[in-house]
């Protein structure tokens, strides 16, 4: 028999349950690609980063010249402080270390040729998190930083953020709840690279108005610049649990195509703020 006949549908056409799983297919494959292509964007970006502080700051050391910290952090190396140059050089240290594990530790392919990799990496990249940002935050309050209260409350957050997004994980993962694991490691992975996300995001906002607005860049403090302290691991957050939702079973196709059309311009917004900060910031300094 015909299926057309079944169906109600004309020969050579497709059914409406057919079109309605194809069009979902379609919509899940986009949200996937989006991902996929903001991921690689931020990890080129990371790992520009990444080779700018291990150039920058370890060379420094290698020169034998640590006060040239100072040209870029207040107050980096003080003489005469030698428990606090040497958490600063261990957070600089490990700050390399959680830019580029982080990210491999969100490689599929990682994950299913090396597994035993990928837990070590993940046993020691939570133990990283955690010092690096128990250690930045007590720089913050002992040494200070520019910027204003707000801006290091905000780190302050950012690090509660990091330890609980860090402890979630371990905790899934202990478990064997992989799927739940999964989701805080994203977190933590966000979260963790809040201070690159900053970066970019200045830069960013620089391009776009040519001119510094919204702070004073004198006292690195001003409206602008004490939102992005807070949104620089809150706005993450919110578009990774808005694709999380977007994933679910049941979404309708419009939610992932609006979704995946959203990651997609963020993903031009990382590669403009990359860019920004590499030749604004990271390349002059090397």
């Keep these: 028999m015909d299926s057309s006949i079944v169906t109600g549908t004309r020969p050579g056409t497709m059914s409406p349950v057919a079109a309605s799983r194809s069009k979902a297919d379609r919509a899940a494959g986009a949200l996937r690609l989006a991902a996929r292509g903001w991921f690689a964007v931020a990890a080129i970006g990371l790992s520009l980063f990444a080779v700018y502080v291990t150039l920058f700051y370890g060379g420094a050391v290698l020169r034998g010249e640590p006060a040239d910290w100072n040209k870029v952090l207040p107050k980096g190396y003080v003489a005469g ?4 140059n040497a958490v600063l050089a ?8 959680v830019t580029l594990g982080g990210a491999l530790q969100l490689v599929p392919q990682i994950r299913a040729a090396v597994p035993t990799l990928h837990r070590w990496i993940g046993r020691i990249y939570l133990l990283a998190v955690a010092v690096t ?4 935050t007590w720089l913050v309050w002992t040494r200070g930083t520019v910027g204003d209260l707000s801006q290091h409350i ?12 860090g402890l979630l994980a371990w905790r899934h993962a202990v478990r ?7 989701r805080w490691a994203l977190r933590l992975f966000l979260v963790a690279n809040g201070v690159w996300f900053f970066r970019i995001g200045l830069m960013l906002w620089l391009l776009i108005w040519q001119r510094p607005v919204g702070f004073d860049p004198k006292t690195f403090a001003g409206p602008f610049l004490s939102f992005l302290s807070f949104a620089q691991y809150l706005l993450p957050l919110a578009v990774l649990e808005l694709y999380f ?17 959203l990651l997609a311009l963020l993903t031009l917004s990382t590669a403009a703020g990359v860019f920004g900060a590499f030749m604004g ?3 002059p300094r090397l």
């Design 154 to 165: 905000a780190i302050t957050l950012n690090a509660v953020f990091i330890i609980g997004c």
């Design 133 to 136: 940002s128990l250690g930045g």
């Design 81 to 84: 402080e030698p428990l606090g």
């Design 281 to 283: 910031m990271w390349l």
């Design 90 to 97: 261990v957070h600089l240290a490990l700050a390399v270390f």
């Design 176 to 182: 064997r709840r992989f799927d739940v694991h999964r």
């Design 245 to 261: 939702f977007a994933q679910r079973p049941m979404r309708g196709a419009a939610l992932r195509f609006g979704v995946a059309a």
